[in-house]
């Protein structure tokens, strides 16, 4: 990625967003209970909608042809504006990818104080935003700004997917597989570093992670059946993992020891550097998830760490998967992983980390 301009004044973006240190957004508890309250979408050619918790709306226009329309926008996670632009692009744009979609146009959605913060710092985050879509093939068609106190930037993105090809977060089967295709602990990596701990190695490796589209894993993906997909984001990998339990009426059972994670993650977990998402996670997912109890405490808050352009969770045939992870790889996926399985669904918690 391009450098800050250095016509532009260095200063801290995180200090400009009470909510950094990962994607925040609604709990699941609160979004639904509003959603509940509103009439469902009706059209013959709505593909997906909001009865699910999908990632993205799917919309039929020729028997061969659907739109995937989705839009996400977050405060600061990182310092340098430039950065920030390029992370919340890649994060909006994975939605697309989760549904098996290819994105092809974008609406910036941008929120910056009328005071304190000079208007060359928006033109880099824009800069960033755009430097990214480009890279995905995107065309950034405008956008949208308004004055907030809070520095706030996404994307509104559009694109396309074969209507009888596209994934859901539901539909995961018993007996299958589930790969997972980036490591975990950007929330952890990136709070810490806000309050002066980590490293600066670990921080580029977050923001490494959180730059790379999912572009490739998602492509690499097509070529296999796959049942269920989902992206990994503010909800955690056991928030997004329930939904898809919940959604696909399975158990879902993940391997604490097979979860990839970033450079200097768990120790810093350990430390006790969590973000507020964590604890959100945590209350939300309280009756809905088992955790056994050797597994150790650093990974479970990496199963229940808020990501950011997190990767991509897929359920697919046992018997393909390690054929997956292993193309997944060869493609440049490098921590793609087999993170756990499929069971039948039975009474007690959906998601179990064992």
Same mark, same amino acid.
Request: charged share 20%; with cysteine; aromatic share 6%.
């Given at each position: 990625m391009d450098a800050e301009s250095p016509t532009t004044p260095r200063i801290r973006l995180t200090e400009f967003a009470r909510a950094a240190g990962c994607a925040a957004k609604l709990g699941p508890a609160d979004l639904s209970s509003v959603l509940a309250t509103l009439p469902q979408a009706q059209h013959p050619?709505?593909?997906?909608?909001?009865?699910?918790?999908?990632?993205?709306?799917?919309?039929?226009?020729? =028997?061969?042809? $659907? @739109? &995937?329309? #989705?839009?996400?926008f977050f405060t600061p996670i990182v310092d340098d504006p430039f950065q920030f632009g390029a992370v919340a692009a890649a994060n909006a744009l994975?939605?697309?990818?989760?549904?098996?979609?290819?994105p092809r146009t974008a609406l910036n959605v941008a929120c910056?104080?009328?005071?304190?913060?000079?208007?060359?710092?928006?033109g880099e985050i824009l800069r960033g935003g755009i430097a990214k879509a480009t890279e995905a093939g995107v065309v950034v068609v405008g956008g949208h700004?308004?004055?907030?106190?809070?520095?706030?930037?996404?994307?509104?993105?559009?694109?396309?997917?074969?209507?009888?090809?596209?994934?859901?977060?539901?539909?995961?089967? =018993?007996?299958? $597989? @589930? &790969?997972? #295709?980036?490591?975990?602990?950007t929330g952890i990596v990136t709070t810490a570093r806000k309050h002066g701990m980590g490293t600066e190695v670990e921080e580029a490796a977050a923001i490494?992670?959180?730059?790379?589209?999912?572009?490739?894993?998602?492509?690499?993906?097509?070529?296999?059946?796959v049942h269920a997909c989902t992206d990994v984001t503010g909800f955690s990998l056991l928030g997004h993992g329930f939904e898809m339990a919940h959604g696909s009426s399975v158990r879902i059972e993940l391997t604490a020891a097979q979860l990839p994670s970033?450079?200097?993650?768990?120790?810093?977990?350990s430390a006790g550097h969590l973000t507020g998402g964590c604890r959100r996670n945590r209350e939300w997912l309280a009756d809905r998830v088992e955790v056994a109890a050797e597994v150790p405490a650093d990974l479970v808050e990496?199963?229940?760490?808020?990501?950011?352009?997190?990767?991509?969770?897929?359920?697919?045939?046992?018997?393909?998967?390690?054929?997956?992870?292993?193309?997944?790889?060869?493609?440049?996926?490098?921590?793609?992983?087999?993170?756990?399985t499929v069971r039948e669904r039975r009474s007690g918690p959906w998601i179990v980390l064992g």
């Open positions: 050619d709505l593909l997906v909608g909001t009865a699910t918790a999908d990632d993205a709306g799917v919309f039929r226009l020729t =028997p061969d042809l $659907a @739109l &995937v329309q #989705t839009v996400d994975s939605d697309v990818y989760a549904m098996g979609g290819e910056f104080p009328q005071r304190g913060v000079p208007m060359a710092v928006l700004t308004v004055i907030d106190e809070e520095i706030k930037f996404g994307m509104a993105v559009t694109g396309l997917v074969h209507p009888e090809r596209f994934w859901r977060n539901v539909g995961a089967r =018993p007996g299958d $597989a @589930l &790969v997972l #295709t980036k490591a975990l602990g490494e992670s959180m730059l790379a589209l999912n572009a490739t894993a998602s492509r690499t993906l097509r070529e296999f059946a970033l450079p200097g993650a768990r120790a810093l977990a990496l199963a229940y760490d808020p990501q950011t352009s997190g990767g991509l969770l897929a359920a697919m045939p046992a018997a393909t998967a390690d054929a997956a992870v292993a193309a997944l790889r060869a493609a440049g996926v490098a921590c793609a992983t087999i993170v756990g």
